[in-house]
């Protein structure tokens, strides 16, 4: 809308109209015009009243044209006299040009830039005037419509934009009422777990054995499934029962005849710990083949926990094992056992027990077994959470136990395989190994 040409301002201050009671309101001045209407003091004496007055902008797009029609007939002018000739046209681009490049951030404005020096520095325009419009092109070509802008931004206000987060479930919500499940203290348990596992890991002892090496211990170990397995123990003791093994042979010198005696009274120790009914040291005797009588039990079992200090209350990959299940969401049974399998494949080799730390090979063993049952997600972020690591960081340990798994039916040494492959289990150790982590 045009502007007009003046306005009648009345002078500020001194101007009061009363209104109701007494009431005064001062008479303020109108926002004046901000198109072409300025204002300028007027007066020959300087009286202060100021008097708009319009702005003559001569470069209206009415002389535009007319320069662009006059155009031809001028450069035929000067050429004829010999001055030099201005394209308008180019002009007309360069001045589109720089109303652009003031706009733009400063990341775009070498692009319009080097066209610009381009164009100045060269007596062949064309080129340079190609330059530019490429340059204004690729720009335009980069921003993208308006609509395309709003879009994207209702996408992301939206939540659609980018992917949802994965949720952490909560495993001890159903355990609210069960008292012994310790809901309120279980985070911070298992915080010392973490904690005391470092304090009571296992070195690697093999050098200070002279008569022992890596493959009497599997043997070892081997049997005591075995006879966990006869006996109906529960499967804290068995973990246990390595643990004292590990940290006896760890302290002290074992001669290879007595190796044996060493895991029966680690056994009964860890039995006479966990177990409600604990198996007498006669049927310990018996199973041995009565390659050791009662006395020595007793005396294997007094040297063992004098050397432990009768520290026994350490944590295990049994504790942890029963953690990370629950946190295996949705467990179910085959799920559970295929842990178990791949924990006590572990255990059983001397490598892995001194190399990994328990919570370690308990949460390894939970992404092996996922990843042997084809889960859809190997490590979800229920699992980081409660284990505290990720899935980098149990590639190797999980590896290994697939291998483990692989050679398991060639190898000689089968109790766990056997163990695991009965009914009552799902025959788990009898599912084909992860390809994925045997690739």
């Known amino acids: 809308m045009a502007a007009r040409a003046v306005y009648q301002e009345q002078p500020r201050g001194g101007v009061q109209q009363k209104m109701g009671q007494g009431v005064e309101r001062r008479n303020r001045t109108a926002l004046g015009d901000i198109g072409n209407v300025v204002t300028v003091r007027g007066g020959a004496a300087g009286n202060g009243i100021v008097k708009p007055q319009a702005v003559n902008r001569p470069l209206t797009r009415r002389f535009c044209a007319q320069l662009l029609a006059n155009a031809p007939v001028n450069a035929e002018k000067k050429k004829k006299q010999g001055e030099p000739v201005v394209d308008v046209n180019h002009v007309a681009r360069m001045r589109k040009a720089a109303a652009i490049h003031t706009k733009m951030p400063e990341k775009k404005k070498t692009e319009i830039a080097v066209s610009v020096s381009v164009s100045v520095n060269h007596e062949k325009t064309p080129c340079a005037d190609k ?226 730390p328990p919570s370690l090979l308990a949460a390894s063993s939970v992404y092996a077994a996922r990843s042997t049952l084809n889960s859809s997600h190997s490590w979800t972020e229920t699992l980081r959470h409660y284990t505290g690591y990720s899935e980098g960081q149990m590639q190797e340990c999980a590896k290994l136990l697939a291998s483990f798994h692989s050679s398991a039916p060639e190898h000689r040494l089968k109790a766990v395989y056997k163990k695991y492959s009965k009914p009552e289990v799902g025959s788990v150790a009898l599912r084909p190994p992860s390809k994925a982590l045997l690739s």
């Open 131 to 356: 330059m530019v419009e490429l340059s204004l092109a690729s720009r335009k070509k980069k921003s993208g419509s308006m609509t395309s802008f709003l879009t994207a931004r209702s996408k992301e206000a939206c939540g659609l934009a980018r992917k949802p987060e994965e949720l952490v479930v909560n495993i001890d919500e159903g355990s609210m009422e069960d008292e012994l499940a310790v809901v309120e203290y279980v985070e911070d348990i298992y915080k010392f777990y973490k904690l005391a596992e470092n304090e009571s890991r296992l070195h690697d002892y093999m050098g200070i054995q002279p008569d022992i090496n890596e493959k009497m211990r599997a043997i070892l170990v081997d049997w005591l499934i075995e006879v966990h397995h006869k006996f109906e123990l529960r499967q804290e003791t068995l973990y246990l029962t390595v643990n004292i093994i590990d940290r006896f042979l760890s302290m002290k010198a074992v001669p290879r005849k007595e190796l044996q005696l060493v895991g029966i009274a680690s056994m009964l120790i860890a039995c006479k710990y966990e177990e409600i009914w604990a198996p007498e040291v006669s049927d310990f005797v018996q199973i041995s083949d009565k390659a050791y009588v009662r006395e020595q039990v007793l005396a294997m079992e007094k040297a063992i926990l004098g050397k432990l200090e009768w520290y026994l209350t350490v944590p295990t990959p049994y504790m942890f094992l029963t953690r990370y299940v629950k946190a295996s969401v949705p467990a179910d049974l085959e799920m559970e056992k295929m842990v178990y399998f791949f924990a006590e494949l572990g255990m059983m080799n001397y490598s892995t027990t001194i190399k990994y």
